[in-house]
């Protein structure tokens, strides 16, 4: 089984900055994508920024110039640096991978239970 935990959310005032940690753990074989989506309250979940295991990354829009994602292989962990946050950027924030748990497995999805993060004065 894979096992994903998220930590570093909280309260932060507008203009602030957190960072959020993912730790992925368990029968991994290899992680290809790793990433991080958020849910606001009443919205549907979207993505933030995704990770491939090379380096590339993609940012959606709304967060380009201010979150940074960032991965370490050897730690099995993804990071989200947030600078400049807003009130929009509050939600709850989920770690996602794409990893296989054995040579000839398929690659399937997984999703961590999520960490809140709340920008607000």
């Known amino acids: 089984q894979v096992q994903l935990v998220e930590s570093g959310g909280g309260l932060v005032q507008p203009g602030g900055s957190l960072r959020l940690s993912c730790v992925a753990s368990?029968?991994?074989?290899?992680?290809?994508?790793m990433g991080w989506y958020r849910q606001a309250p009443g919205k549907e979940r979207e993505l933030v920024a995704t990770?491939?295991?090379?380096?590339?990354?993609n940012y959606a829009d709304s967060v380009k110039g201010r979150f940074t994602i960032s991965r370490d292989n050897a730690k099995n962990t993804v990071y989200l640096q947030m600078n400049s946050l807003k009130p929009e950027d509050t939600a709850v924030y989920y770690c996602?991978?794409?990893?296989?748990?054995?040579?000839?497995?398929?690659?399937?999805?997984?999703w961590g239970k999520g960490t809140l993060v709340t920008v607000s004065s």
């Open positions: 368990g029968s991994i074989f290899s992680i290809n994508r």
């Open positions: 990770i491939l295991s090379g380096g590339s990354t």
């Open positions: 996602n991978i794409e990893a296989r748990l054995g040579y000839s497995d398929g690659y399937g999805d997984y």
